[in-house]
T-cell receptor, first 112, second 115 residues
Framework: EAQVTQNPRYLITVTGKKLTVTCSQN?????MSWYRQDPGLGLRQIYY???????DKGDVPEGYKVSRKEKRNFPLILESPSPNQTSLYFC???????????FGSGTRLTVV | AQSVTQLDSQVPVFEEAPVELRCNYS??????LFWYVQYPNQGLQLLLK??????LVKGINGFEAEFNKSQTSFHLRKPSVHISDTAEYFC?????????????FGQGTILTVHP
């Protein structure tokens, strides 16, 4: 089944403890992206990637890192999480320009 | 820079009534336009997209949208809604070209269908 898989689905962590949220797609998509969703703010893009080793900042990149060493994987790294990064995170991928993105099921992160 | 405004944060409607969810965007170039739906506790699902060509786009679940370049709008419509259409709907724009991948979303519209 074609899909975008994120792990974990739920995560509670403490301030300052490094964490990684994984994202993998099995559709051979070139484009991948991370978003955070907060009430009243919609989805805001954190980082996106146009292909292996090619990434760029979205609208809210501060406090996050990404890497794209393989086409299928696009992990999101929070090196020192803070409470304002408590949010619902989505990974998405797209085959071509204008194709529309396929979204993962989301990761609900709570930083205490 | 591109931006998207969804003009209604909440739209209540009765079952079998028509509905329109409004979306305006700003961009200096031609864009790709999308509508996504998010059901409670789920990810986003693509409803429809406008890339080029006909300004009336049909999507899944009986939804359609009309691209209006002069008004920079991309409003979503359904002639008769069902209870199962209750969800949050997001309009999104991508400028494409070398900027493809930089997808900007509106703030979302919560559609509530009452019996």
């Amino acid at each position: 089944e074609a899909q975008v898989t994120q792990n974990p689905r739920y995560l509670i962590t403490v301030t300052g403890k490094k964490l990684t949220v994984t994202c993998s797609q099995n559709m051979n998509h070139e484009y991948m992206s991370w978003y955070r969703q907060d009430p009243g703010l919609g989805l805001r893009q954190i980082y996106y990637s146009m292909n292996v080793e090619v990434t760029d900042k979205g609208d809210v990149p501060e406090g996050y890192k990404v890497s794209r060493k393989e086409k299928r994987n696009f992990p999101l790294i929070l090196e020192s999480p803070s409470p304002n990064q408590t949010s619902l995170y989505f990974c998405a991928s797209s085959f071509r320009q204008g194709g529309g993105y396929t979204f993962g099921s989301g990761t609900r992160l709570t930083v205490v | 820079a591109q931006s998207v405004t969804q003009l209604d944060s909440q739209v209540p409607v009765f079952e079998e009534a028509p509905v329109e969810l409004r979306c305006n965007y700003s961009s200096s170039v031609s864009v790709y336009l999308f509508w996504y739906v998010q059901y409670p506790n789920q990810g986003l699902q693509l409803l429809l997209k406008y890339l080029s060509g006909s300004t009336l786009v049909k999507g899944i679940n009986g939804f359609e949208a009309e691209f209006n370049k002069s008004q920079t709008s991309f409003h979503l419509r359904k002639p008769s809604v069902h209870i199962s259409d209750t969800a949050e709907y997001f309009c999104a724009v991508d400028e494409g070209g070398t900027s493809y991948g930089k997808l900007t979303f509106g703030q979302g519209t919560i559609l509530t269908v009452h019996p």
